[in-house]
């Protein structure tokens, strides 16, 4: 069956301009996480859904970075203003979290590298 | 906060040997912790998923431990080719809902 997908997998931006960067995840699967990949960070994690409400937003950075979730499946990733730092590969993956297979097995997209000059 | 590590950083192999990847983590509550593969430029790819109740789990050439008391998982590829190339992340939970803290990787070369 599909994996998770997201897109677009690659995006370059101007400093100050608005993104938004999508994540399709498994069918059926009602947990979807954000993480981020950055050059000397490693993979940190940015926010979690469990169906269309986020329980944990911890991660995210700043107040310049929102995400939402529509019909506990699509999600977006907004940045606001972008600034270089937010230039990372971010990755979104999803669980099934009881409908079917091992408790919180996180399956990853291919990811989305963002650029901001 | 839970840290996890991963040593070595770096590691090269000739084919055919046994390759050993280290993973330890600070807090010994985990609720999971999952092995993955990263290949250059690509997303991550589940490799096995220890759940805190087992001491190991098995898939083909790949087997992974669990030891809580230690905090450490160790994960062994038997008969290493080189398209076992690649970076492979360990990553644990101490939350039921699955918030991953992740180690920095051990990049692997298998040399045919």
């Known amino acids: 069956g599909a994996g998770v997908s997201q897109s677009p997998s690659n995006k370059v931006t101007e400093k100050g301009k608005d993104v938004e960067l999508r994540c399709d995840p498994i069918?059926?699967?009602?947990?979807l996480y954000w993480y981020r990949q950055s050059l000397g960070q490693g993979l940190e994690f940015l926010i979690y859904?469990?169906?269309?409400?986020?329980?944990?937003k911890s991660g995210l950075p700043s107040d310049r970075f929102s995400a939402e979730r529509t019909g506990g499946s699509v999600s977006t990733l907004t940045i606001q203003r972008t600034q270089q730092e937010d230039s990372a590969v971010y990755l979104c993956?999803?669980?099934?979290?009881?409908?079917?297979?091992?408790?919180?097995?996180?399956?990853f997209g291919p990811g989305t590298r963002l650029t901001v000059l | 906060k839970q840290e996890v590590t991963q040593i070595p950083a770096a590691l090269s192999v000739p084919e055919g040997e046994n390759l050993v990847l280290n993973c330890s983590f600070t807090d010994s509550a985990i609720y999971n912790l999952q092995w993955f593969r990263q290949d250059p430029g690509k997303g991550l790819t589940s490799l096995l998923l220890i759940q805190s109740s087992q001491r190991e789990q098995t898939s083909g050439r790949l087997n992974a431990s669990l030891d809580k008391s230690s905090g450490r998982s160790t994960l062994y590829i038997a008969a290493s080719q080189p398209g076992d190339s690649a970076t492979y992340l360990c990553a644990s939970t101490t939350d039921s809902w699955g918030k991953f803290q992740f180690g920095a990787g051990t990049q692997v070369v298998v040399t045919p």
């Open positions: 069918s059926g699967h009602t947990a």
């Open positions: 859904f469990q169906g269309n409400s986020a329980p944990d």
């Open positions: 993956a999803s669980s099934p979290r009881g409908a079917g297979g091992p408790r919180n097995e996180q399956f």
